[in-house]
């Protein structure tokens, strides 16, 4: 079983911009597919962007296509979320989920282990 901390959640403006961190802890990052999710109150968390075990294959949902980028570094066992052009529609707790299996974890919504998030708040 595998530690994952998420960094980087706050309060900002709309247009502004944050960059979410997930450190993964207990073995190697590259051994893992890794998805962030954003959870609202009361409902299971959606798939904002996923990153296969190499990197070349990458999804965003439609709405944040253009706006964020996601990258791991293996390096440093973190993978990150860029968030540009933020809006008030993108506030909520975002964690990151891990799995071997990046079919599991980058289309079916399933993981064997996620962090316990962090708040992103968009809003004047």
Request: proline letters at 3%.
């Amino acid at each position: 079983q595998v530690q994952l901390v998420e960094s980087g959640g706050g309060l900002v403006q709309p247009g502004g911009s944050l960059r979410l961190a997930c450190t993964l802890s207990g073995d190697i990052l590259e051994k893992y597919a890794i998805g962030w999710f954003r959870q609202d109150p009361g409902k299971d968390g959606e798939r904002v962007s996923c990153i296969d075990h190499t990197g070349n294959d990458i999804y965003h949902k439609p709405s944040v296509k253009d706006r964020f980028t996601i990258s791991r570094d293996n390096a440093k066992n973190t993978v990150y979320l860029q968030m540009n052009s933020l809006k008030p529609e993108d506030t909520g707790m975002y964690f990151c989920a891990a799995d071997a299996n990046s079919l599991r974890v980058c289309t079916l919504d399933l993981y064997d282990d996620r962090g316990q998030g962090t708040q992103v708040t968009v809003s004047s």
